[in-house]
């Protein structure tokens, strides 16, 4: 191991989540309104993505603040009220547009390393 290639793919491993933890975030609430706790619950199943609530609530604050999400309180039988997130019809055109931009990159991406196989 080389310490200083470590750190460099750490550093760009944390600047990789934090820059697609907005789109999984959309992606997962656009099926239907989740609750916060179910909202990290979801993404913590998702391998090397290392969610926590301390990330996901400013982020869903950031997301509301944009207008691309809402909020609404419902009753829980379960315990308290809880706060449940959905798209705006922004954030839907939103997620739309940021869906097909990476598809794009993935695709382009993959390209590259296929003509570095070559």
Request: hydrophobic fraction near 35%; avoid cysteine.
């Amino acid at each position: 191991m080389h310490p200083v290639t470590d750190l460099s793919f750490d550093n760009w491993m944390t600047q990789l989540r934090k820059g697609l933890l907005e789109l999984a975030i959309l992606n997962t609430i656009a099926p239907a309104p989740l609750y916060g706790y179910d909202i990290v619950r979801r993404l913590s199943d998702v391998d090397h993505l290392v969610i926590t609530e301390g990330t996901v609530y400013p982020i869903l604050s950031r997301l509301k603040n944009s207008r691309l999400v809402e909020t609404y309180i419902e009753e829980s039988q379960e315990g308290p009220a809880r706060k449940y997130y959905r798209l705006t019809a922004r954030g839907r055109d939103d997620l739309h547009r940021m869906n097909q931009h990476w598809d794009s990159l993935h695709h382009a991406i993959g390209g590259l390393r296929k003509e570095r196989k070559r």
